[in-house]
T-cell receptor, first 113, second 117 residues
Framework: AQTVTQSQPEMSVQEAETVTLSCTYD???????LFWYKQPPSRQMILVIR??????QNATENRFSVNFQKAAKSFSLKISDSQLGDAAMYFC??????????FGTGTLLAVQP | EAGVAQSPRYKIIEKRQSVAFWCNPI?????LYWYQQILGQGPKLLIQ????????DSQLPKDRFSAERLKGVDSTLKIQPAKLEDSAVYLC???????????????FGPGTRLTVL
């Protein structure tokens, strides 16, 4: 069975600084996707970025980028130039053959002005 | 494009009562998912539909939870009777995914927060 682990329950960053959120996963599948979702207090899950496992190039979306290390089964999210609106719970998720998502326990990110 | 719609947004009930949640997915999306998110945890899949058939309901407590997706569009999730531990946010998501596609992005609705007293 697949598992997703987020070892940082909480993180804090100063506005305009850079922060990295960690995620590791375990799977025996060769073809899968990895996702980072943001969940603000409104509770709606918002897609931040996704990475296809067969792609070696790390995904980037504006200020958000990932460091995907397939052999190490590691998938970290880097947020550059942090903004107050980035404050939220961030979930790492694994999507495999049936498209079912397996979520980690989340990292609560605080952004200090 | 309209997003995933859910109602109600909030519901408070007494234990042993019944409750139902409704979800309308993004138009054209073949697959619909119901997740349960207990406070402090990540969402957990309860049931996955492809069109109006069930793909995965392995984590659905079938003695009290039921779900249906009539005509392959809207879906309802019901709890009868509710227990205290059912207090959670119930998230609905949809994606274009079908058997011919690889893993696809899921788009989530705003969720229904259920409190069981």
């Amino acid at each position: 069975a697949q598992t997703v682990t987020q070892s940082q329950p909480e993180m804090s960053v100063q506005e305009a600084e850079t922060v990295t959120l960690s995620c590791t996963y375990d799977t025996s599948e060769s073809d899968y996707y990895l996702f980072w979702y943001k969940q603000p207090p409104s509770r709606q899950m918002i897609l931040v970025i996704r990475q296809e496992a067969y792609k070696q190039q790390n995904a980037t979306e504006n200020r958000f980028s990932v460091n995907f290390q397939k052999a190490a089964k590691s998938f970290s999210l880097k947020i550059s130039d942090s903004q107050l609106g980035d404050a939220a719970m961030y979930f790492c998720a694994y999507g495999g053959a049936t498209n079912k998502l397996i979520f980690g326990t989340g990292t609560l990110l605080a952004v200090q002005p | 494009e309209a997003g995933v719609a859910q109602s109600p947004r909030y519901k408070i009930i007494e234990k042993r009562q019944s409750v139902a949640f409704w979800c309308n997915p993004i138009s054209g999306h073949a697959t619909l998912y119901w997740y349960q998110q207990i406070l402090g945890q990540g969402p957990k899949l309860l049931i996955q539909f492809q069109n109006n058939g069930v793909v995965d309901d392995s984590q659905l407590p079938k003695d009290r939870f039921s779900a249906e997706r009539l005509k392959g569009v809207d879906s309802t999730l019901k709890i009868q009777p509710a227990k205290l531990e059912d207090s959670a946010v119930y998230l609905c998501a949809s994606s274009p995914w079908d058997d011919l596609r690889g893993t696809d992005t899921q788009y989530f609705g705003p969720g229904t927060r259920l409190t069981v007293l």
